[in-house]
């Protein structure tokens, strides 16, 4: 019984072909297609008013170098975005419950930032691995654990990424599960437990979508010291 609880979690397969592919294709087909006309309809009009707000909220704190992120960071947002929440309805997959493919998000992207940051600015990227006023018997060690830090960031990423949607499932699933059990043994309880199962998918709706926001935030400020 309690391995069942994690079968929502593997990645499905018909017929032998892993369908994470189609999982991950398949959100584009719910935005609608932008069009050459500036109000196309009350759909296209919204996303485009959250990209935009979105857009100046995250590049506000970035340099001008930085700007040209906006693009592949807005397009991760979306992209994460759809894919948690669309993870929430019934009889889906959610992709970014797998660390693999968090990693895969986040590995290449955290790697860009260092490298630009070591091509554009070698001596002030350098730099943070060691603060300055630092006393000298304690420089070895902070330079050690300030690069420990560094190689940690990626990990950090993908794993508080898959943790929350992970957690979050596997509750609202226990909960299902316990109301489900306790209806016809009792059915006050089993209201009340359908009802907190009610509030935890509103609360795991919000976290869909913070922590996309957050996912895409901490690479904005990673690009923000490298820039």
Known sequence: MTLSFFDQFMS?????I??????????WILFPTPSARWLNN?????????????????????????H???????S?????????MLGLLPYTFTPTTQLSLNMGLAV???LATVIIGMRNQPTIALGHLLPEGTPTPLIPVLIIIETISLFIRPLALGVRLTANLTAGHLLI????????VLLPLMPT?????????????????AVAMIQAYVFVLLLSLYLQENV
């Open 189 to 205: 309880v089993a209201i009340l437990t359908a009802a907190l199962l009610f509030l935890l998918t509103l609360l795991e709706v």
């Open 18 to 27: 892993p369908l994470m592919a189609l999982a991950l294709s398949l959100p």
């Open 12 to 16: 499905p397969s018909y017929l032998g």
């Open 173 to 180: 699933q226990l909960i299902a599960t316990a109301a489900f």
């Open 68 to 74: 040209k992120w906006a693009l592949i960071l807005t």
């Open 108 to 110: 290449p992207l955290w």
């Open 42 to 66: 009350r759909s296209l009009t919204l996303q485009n008013w959250f990209i935009n707000r979105f857009t100046q909220q995250l590049l506000l704190p970035l340099n001008p170098g930085g």
């Open 76 to 84: 991760l947002m979306l992209f994460l975005i759809t894919l948690n």
